[in-house]
C-alpha cells in the first residue's frame, strides 16, 4: 500500500521553462510535505517543505503548492536550470505517533536540457 | 562542516555472512534513521532511534538490526542477507524540534552474492 505517490518517473524539460513535478497521497492524517533533491552518489537534500495549514510555500525558484481536499501536491521550479538535473522525492508526515517518520515517493527523474 | 557519514560507500558480501554498516554524524541530532531503497522505489525507513529509544518499523524483517552506542555513531547489522537485501541503505539524523527535515548520507550499496 503505498501511500505516496510519484506517476511520472521522469521528465525531460528545456533550460529556461517551469518543471513541475507531482505527488499525491492517501493518508489523510499526513500533515507535512517535503521535496528532497538527489544527486548521483549523493543522498537525498531537502529542498522545500509545505505544512498542512498553506496551499503554498516559496523559496527562490522553488514553489510547492498543496491542495489537500485532492491530496495533490506539486513542485515548480522557475526558471529550470540544468544543475536542477536530479532525481526529486515527495514525502510526507503526520503528527502524534507518526512525527519525524517519513513516507517517501518513489521519486521523478529531471532532466534539464540546455 | 557538519555532516551525516556513511561507511562503507560500497559493501559486497556472500549471501548469509553478516554485514554492518555504519554511520556517524557531526550534527548532534538525536534523531537517526536507518533506511533500504532498492533500485527505483521509494526509501523504505526501517527503523529509528530517539536518542537512545529504539523504533523499528513493524514490517522489518528481524534479520535486520540496529545499534546505537552514542549520539554520534549508529549501525545496521544484517544478519543473514539474502540476495533481496541488496539495496542502497541510506542514514539520516533530524533534531528533534525541527519539524521533519531530515539529513542524509551518501548512503552505502551493499551487493549480495
Known amino acids: 500500500d503505498q501511500q505516496v505517490k510519484q506517476n511520472s518517473p521522469s521528465l525531460s524539460v528545456q533550460e529556461g521553462r517551469i518543471s513541475i513535478l507531482n505527488c499525491d497521497y492517501t493518508?489523510?492524517?499526513?500533515?507535512?510535505f517535503l521535496w528532497y533533491k538527489k544527486y548521483p552518489a549523493e543522498g537525498p537534500t531537502f529542498l522545500i517543505s509545505i505544512s498542512s495549514i498553506k496551499d503554498k510555500n516559496e523559496d527562490g525558484r522553488f514553489t510547492v503548492f498543496l491542495n489537500k481536499s485532492a491530496k495533490h501536491l506539486s513542485l515548480h521550479i522557475v526558471p529550470s536550470q540544468p544543475g536542477d538535473s536530479a532525481v526529486y522525492f515527495c514525502a510526507a508526515s503526520g503528527s502524534g505517533t507518526s512525527y519525524g517518520k517519513l513516507t517517501f515517493g518513489q521519486g521523478t527523474i529531471l532532466t534539464v536540457h540546455p | 562542516d557538519a555532516m551525516v557519514i556513511q561507511n562503507p560507500r560500497y559493501q559486497v558480501t556472500q549471501f548469509g555472512k553478516p554485514v554492518t554498516l555504519s554511520c556517524s554524524q557531526t550534527?548532534?541530532?538525536?534523531?537517526m534513521y536507518w533506511y533500504q531503497q532498492k533500485s527505483s522505489q521509494a526509501p523504505k525507513l526501517l527503523f529509528h532511534?530517539?536518542?537512545?529509544?529504539?523504533?523499528n518499523e513493524a514490517d522489518t524483517p528481524d534479520n535486520f538490526q540496529s545499534r546505537r552506542p552514542n549520539t554520534s555513531f549508529c549501525f545496521l547489522d544484517i544478519r543473514s542477507p539474502g540476495l533481496g537485501d541488496a539495496a542502497m541503505y541510506l542514514c539520516?539524523?533530524?533534531?528533534?524540534?525541527?519539524?521533519?527535515?531530515?539529513?542524509f548520507g551518501p548512503g552505502t550499496r551493499l551487493t549480495v552474492l
Open positions: 539520516a539524523t533530524m533534531s528533534r524540534g525541527s519539524y521533519n527535515e531530515q539529513f
Open positions: 550534527l548532534n541530532h538525536n534523531v
Open positions: 493518508n489523510s492524517m499526513f500533515d507535512y
Open positions: 532511534y530517539y536518542d537512545k529509544d529504539f523504533n
